[in-house]
């Protein structure tokens, strides 16, 4: 299916009514990558809250900070339902801190493309696999380059359709939202980090 049929095909749905309706078209072939940042957390009180059939998953790179951890647990918590982590291919790890230490990233451009793409791109790519839909939190105004992006887009470099629930909010929507329905968040916010 093309993306504008599904582009007309949501037309004069809310958010929740988008993303049911795309879960029971897609079935097992829908998934959500959490970060855990504000946009992730509305995106996966949306998805728990209402029970609506979408995968979750994070990428547990092995460098997360204790807050992700903390907010990682607690949404575990509150919500009851999984979230999948996929890590790492060990070997891949292994090899590369082996050789070039845990903290190769700041010596190069090469070694810090290294290091995304074991910690990562190659995770990322496995949770895509057999998937057709993939929600993510994407926003409109969190940079200039993503005003031109619409919510429903194909993704021809992982060959499926990404869709941004919340792409017209703003951040002020965000937090009023995480504020309004008592959703847990990441406190690094707080200190700045804006993602």
Request: charged share 25%; hydrophobic share 35%; proline share 4%.
């Amino acid at each position: 299916m093309g993306v504008e049929q599904l582009k007309a095909e949501l037309t004069g749905l809310n958010t929740i009514e988008k993303l049911l309706y795309l879960a029971n078209k897609y079935a097992d072939r829908i998934i959500f990558s959490t970060s855990f940042g504000w946009e992730d957390q509305a995106i996966t009180h949306l998805i728990f809250a209402n029970d609506i059939p979408i995968k979750v998953f994070t990428l547990e790179t092995g460098r997360l900070f204790p807050e992700t951890y903390y907010v990682w647990n607690r949404t575990l918590e509150v919500y009851n339902k999984p979230i999948h982590a996929y890590y790492p291919k060990n070997e891949l790890l292994q090899e590369m801190v082996n050789t070039k230490g845990p903290n190769s990233f700041y010596e190069s451009v090469e070694n810090r493309k290294e290091c995304c793409y074991i910690r990562k791109i190659e995770p990322l790519k496995r949770a895509l696999t057999g998937n057709e839909i993939w929600v993510t939190g994407i926003r409109a105004e969190q940079s200039a380059n993503r005003e031109d992006m619409h919510d429903l887009e194909w993704d021809e470099g992982n060959q499926l359709i990404k869709f941004h629930p919340i792409f017209d909010w703003t951040l002020e929507d965000v937090k009023t939202f995480i504020k309004e329905n008592n959703i847990v968040y990441n406190t690094l916010h707080d200190k700045g980090f804006p993602s």
